[in-house]
């Protein structure tokens, strides 16, 4: 499976984000055939390229006739259904426009029906938001992942006044995401660069393993030796990287004189200190006494602490432990909005990937699907049922693809 990573480290922003998409494929995409599929007469699409601390980069420019509409997120929804973008196009960028307009609605109070685009931004981001998706259908199947995202500092000149950095609709947009601040006085980071970001990526970090078959960067407009803001994406193919592995310590010990209670208090003890999993089995020992088998996993450099910890919390006075290696599958977790009973809840999915980038398993966290249960009322298996239908197919094990 094809992994698209973003570096974000020195900001984000629309432009910057399809510049480096544009520099990444091969051969680079005709911006003529985008532009046949939307409305937006007299609009240009210019790609050049742009060295920054002697790194070419590169640059790409919108340019819009001046005179343009007061736009509203109906418009913008509208413009995009009235395309010839297909349907997965058209939902996932609905989804950053309104997630846009709601940081802007919420940081203004008004509804979301009274925010507007202002004049030529609403051209960028109708661009920046399609354009992102249309380039991504290129890449072919991939996941999305992304690093920190740098936000800069200082102040910003905005329609509403001077505002520090990063300004309010960012603050909304960042909410969930890795930042941090600097590393220049400046905005780094754009509203539609951190809505596209936190729509796209499901997983955020250093860049994960793989053979890395494409690299890209994009200059933004500000730019330059000294402030090299740039986003950088790399095409990385897992087919061929290898499991991760892991080195664990795995503890046993037999226990004949607790109640089930103690145990369970035991158990949670241990987990709560690090262990990785702990469990018990039943079974009988000598004098025909019924006992419980006590076994736990922890990292391997926790072995001594967790044979203490046994000890105190079970009065056991003998521990086996033994080294073992443990492969695991590539995984991640990442989090979408669902509506239940007309509200929104934020449920966090998980997924496991097998060889290939295979999905083996994905299913939504059961704690999420128990705040929501509890705070409706109604039972789990409603709420899950619920949850699997927005969020698509439903495998044999409960989960979702």
């Given amino acids: 499976m094809r992994t698209l990573h973003f570096e974000c480290t020195s900001g984000v922003a629309g432009d910057m984000l399809l510049a480096a998409m544009h520099d990444a494929l091969d051969p680079q995409p005709d911006w003529s055939e985008f532009l046949a599929r939307l409305d937006l007469s007299g609009v240009e699409i210019h790609t050049s390229a742009k060295r920054v601390a002697g790194i070419v980069c590169r640059r790409l420019e919108i340019s819009a006739p001046k005179a343009q509409p007061l736009r509203h997120l ?5 413009l995009g259904r009235q395309s010839s973008f297909s349907s997965r196009i058209r939902e996932r960028a609905e989804a950053v426009l309104t997630d846009l307009a709601r940081a802007e609605a919420k940081v203004h109070g008004l509804d979301l029906d009274e925010v507007h685009f202002h004049e030529i931004g609403a051209v960028d981001t109708i661009v920046d938001v399609y354009g992102f998706f249309w380039l ?8 999305v992942t992304a690093s920190a995202v740098a936000l800069g500092s200082g102040f ?7 505002l520090p950095v990063p300004a309010p609709a960012c603050v909304e947009l960042a909410k969930g995401l890795p930042t941090m601040s600097g590393p220049w006085e400046m905005e780094l980071a754009t509203p539609t660069g951190l809505a596209l970001i936190r729509n796209a990526a499901s997983a955020f970090g250093p860049m994960p393993s793989g053979i890395m078959v494409m690299a890209g960067c994009g200059a933004g407009s500000r730019a330059s030796d000294e402030r090299p803001s740039m986003v950088r994406a790399f095409g990385l193919d897992s087919d061929q ?13 037999m226990i004949d004189d607790l109640t089930g209670e103690d145990m369970g208090g035991a158990v949670e003890a241990l987990l709560e200190a690090g262990a990785l999993d702990a469990y018990v089995l039943t079974g009988s020992g000598k004098k025909s006494r019924p006992v419980m088998e006590l076994t736990v996993m922890a990292p391997e450099g926790m072995a001594g602490e967790m044979v203490r910890l046994v000890m105190r919390v079970t009065g056991s006075l003998g521990v086996r432990v033994r080294m073992e290696d443990r492969i695991i599958a590539e995984r ?12 929104a809840f934020r449920v966090r999915i998980k997924i496991g990937y097998g060889e290939g980038g295979q ?13 929501i249960a509890d705070q409706i009322g109604i039972g789990l ?4 049922a619920a949850v699997n239908r927005q969020l698509g197919r439903v495998d044999p094990a409960g989960g979702v693809f």
């Fill in 156 to 162: 910003v000149d905005t329609v509403h006044g001077r």
């Fill in 381 to 384: 298996p409603e709420v899950r």
């Fill in 332 to 343: 991640e977790t990442f989090e979408a909005e669902v509506i239940v009973e007309g509200r």
């Fill in 136 to 143: 991504l259908e290129r890449f072919g199947p991939c996941r």
């Fill in 241 to 253: 990287a290898m499991p991760a592995n892991d080195r664990v310590a795995v503890l046993t010990t």
């Fill in 74 to 78: 109906s418009d913008l929804l509208a």
């Fill in 359 to 371: 999905v083996l398993r994905s299913k939504p966290e059961f704690e999420d699907l128990r705040v």
